[in-house]
């Protein structure tokens, strides 16, 4: 398993909040989507007001 560092932004109603994710999966495609389902779950937003400015191997 490898780890990806993700930063970018999510827009809650007209503020936007900064991120700093480190997520731990097989590719950097099922990292992203681990980190959706995670922001979305928490912030009870849709997928498209989370922004990934980011991606980074660690």
Do not use: C, W
């Amino acid at each position: 398993m490898t780890e990806f560092k993700f930063s970018g932004r999510v827009k809650l109603g007209i503020e936007e909040q900064p991120f700093t994710r480190e997520i731990e999966a097989e590719s950097e495609k099922h990292a992203q989507d681990k980190l959706y389902s995670q922001l979305t779950s928490e912030q009870n937003i849709s997928r498209s007001k989370v922004e990934i400015k980011n991606t980074e191997e660690i």
